[in-house]
């Protein structure tokens, strides 16, 4: 039985490929990873491990106790924050440990990271691109004030789930903007009157086999509806093409709207994303896939999927303090347990 470590169990991320993972529990053994023992994921694994936080300059020598301990076959990243470190430290974990850590390599994660460097790879690859301009980039600003195109949108280079958007409505909220040290990147607001939509897909190869585009509605920054209706598999050669030029490894998601029939991609995230379990739902559970590929050499194919609609809900898990006491004071729980308590019965 093949070995999993899902980092980040406190993460809606982590949490989204632990409930794909699920779904062939078992065929692998999950180990859950988070700094939190209160982190949700921790009761969807086998067993439980506390770890550093990302930027502890120890954090990789507690991902390493993990491997060894438990002969770990395959890393999956479950954080944003976690990405350029085991991008960084790919090679040197897989050649090690023989295993496989699922991240693309530190270029990739770099411009995927960074909505500046994003537009910019698209601009100079000759694929449809969002208008953008940094903040301090005195020209760039003076180019938006004269083609008075209101309104525009900053965000954090390095943002996720809308923190830190602003409309910019005025050449006042231009200028204002721009009179402070920030890491805004400003562009052109693209309407979401087709919609917004994401996309995930799998390279493998430099190949990309598979792309799954749902459209979406976002509330808090997460997707909590999505739909998938046939007529969006016209956006997967876009997104193919894009995701074969960057080389990226295993899963990425792609972010777009669309302008004059042309889909404008504004954010790449290369790894699974918050939206990979509710593409399994619709019939394509990437996770899965990737895995039967890494060890099975099983061909990722694109999948047949049911047209519908997705809404998420809460719900609940009720774990005992004992549990939780034992937990925080051995790093470690075997077979966690807890009580679910679903949206409805």
Same mark, same amino acid.
Request: hydrophobic letters at 40%; one cysteine or more.
């Given at each position: 039985?093949?070995?999993?470590?899902?980092?980040?169990?406190?993460?809606?991320?982590?949490?989204?490929?632990?409930?794909?993972l699920?779904?062939?529990?078992?065929?692998?053994?999950?180990?859950?990873?988070?700094?939190?023992?209160?982190?949700?994921?921790?009761?969807?694994?086998?067993?439980?491990?506390?770890?550093?936080?990302?930027?502890?300059?120890?954090?990789?020598?507690?991902?390493?106790?993990?491997?060894?301990?438990?002969?770990?076959?395959?890393?999956?990243v479950?954080?944003?924050?976690?990405?350029?470190?085991?991008?960084?430290?790919?090679?040197?974990?897989?050649?090690?440990?023989?295993?496989?850590?699922?991240?693309?390599?530190?270029?990739?994660?770099?411009?995927?990271?960074?909505?500046?460097?994003?537009? @910019?790879?698209?601009?100079?690859? =000759? %694929?449809? *691109?969002?208008?953008?301009?940094?903040?301090?980039? !005195?020209?760039? $600003?003076?180019?938006?004030?004269?083609?008075?195109?209101?309104?525009?949108?900053?965000?954090?280079?390095?943002?996720?789930?809308?923190?830190?958007?602003?409309m910019?409505?005025?050449?006042?909220?231009?200028?204002?903007i721009?009179?402070?040290?920030?890491?805004?990147?400003?562009?052109?607001?693209?309407?979401?009157d087709?919609?917004?939509?994401?996309?995930g897909?799998?390279?493998?190869?430099?190949?990309?086999?598979?792309?799954?585009t749902?459209?979406?509605?976002?509330?808090?920054?997460?997707?909590?509806?999505?739909y998938?209706?046939?007529?969006?598999?016209?956006?997967?050669?876009?997104?193919?093409?894009i995701?074969?030029?960057? @080389?990226?490894?295993?899963?990425? =998601? %792609?972010? *777009?709207?669309?302008?004059n029939?042309?889909?404008? !991609?504004?954010? $790449?995230?290369?790894?699974?994303?918050?939206?990979?379990?509710?593409?399994?739902?619709?019939?394509?559970?990437?996770?899965?896939?990737?895995?039967?590929?890494?060890?099975?050499?099983k061909?990722?194919?694109?999948?047949?999927?049911?047209?519908?609609?997705?809404?998420?809900?809460?719900?609940?898990?009720?774990?005992?303090?004992?549990?939780?006491?034992?937990?925080?004071?051995?790093?470690?729980?075997?077979?966690?347990?807890?009580v679910?308590?679903?949206?409805?019965?």
């Amino acid at each position: 039985m093949r070995k999993i470590l899902v980092t980040g169990a406190g993460a809606v991320l982590g949490q989204g490929i632990l409930r794909c993972l699920r779904e062939d529990k078992d065929k692998y053994q999950i180990h859950t990873a988070d700094p939190d023992v209160r982190s949700t994921g921790h009761w969807l694994g086998d067993k439980a491990h506390t770890i550093l936080v990302a930027n502890d300059p120890q954090f990789i020598n507690s991902i390493e106790e993990i491997i060894i301990a438990e002969n770990i076959d395959a890393i999956l990243v479950g954080t944003d924050a976690e990405l350029p470190i085991f991008s960084k430290q790919k090679a040197y974990l897989e050649s090690k440990y023989q295993l496989s850590v699922v991240v693309s390599d530190e270029r990739v994660i770099e411009i995927a990271n960074d909505k500046w460097l994003t537009a @910019n790879y698209l601009k100079a690859n =000759n %694929f449809p *691109f969002p208008l953008s301009y940094m903040s301090n980039d !005195i020209e760039g $600003i003076k180019h938006l004030k004269e083609l008075n195109q209101y309104p525009y949108i900053a965000k954090p280079v390095d943002g996720a789930r809308s923190k830190g958007l602003l409309m910019i409505n005025t050449e006042r909220d231009l200028d204002q903007i721009a009179s402070y040290a920030n890491n805004l990147v400003v562009q052109e607001y693209i309407s979401e009157d087709e919609g917004e939509f994401t996309s995930g897909c799998l390279v493998f190869g430099g190949e990309c086999k598979v792309v799954v585009t749902l459209k979406r509605d976002l509330r808090d920054g997460n997707t909590y509806r999505a739909y998938y209706d046939k007529t969006y598999e016209k956006y997967g050669k876009f997104i193919a093409q894009i995701s074969e030029s960057l @080389n990226i490894f295993g899963p990425s =998601n %792609f972010q *777009f709207r669309v302008k004059n029939g042309v889909p404008i !991609i504004f954010e $790449i995230n290369s790894r699974f994303s918050g939206t990979t379990p509710i593409r399994s739902f619709f019939g394509f559970n990437e996770v899965v896939a990737t895995l039967d590929y890494l060890f099975e050499s099983k061909n990722v194919v694109q999948p047949k999927l049911k047209n519908g609609v997705i809404m998420r809900a809460w719900a609940d898990i009720f774990v005992e303090e004992k549990e939780m006491e034992v937990f925080k004071s051995n790093n470690s729980l075997q077979n966690p347990t807890c009580v679910y308590h679903p949206f409805f019965k």
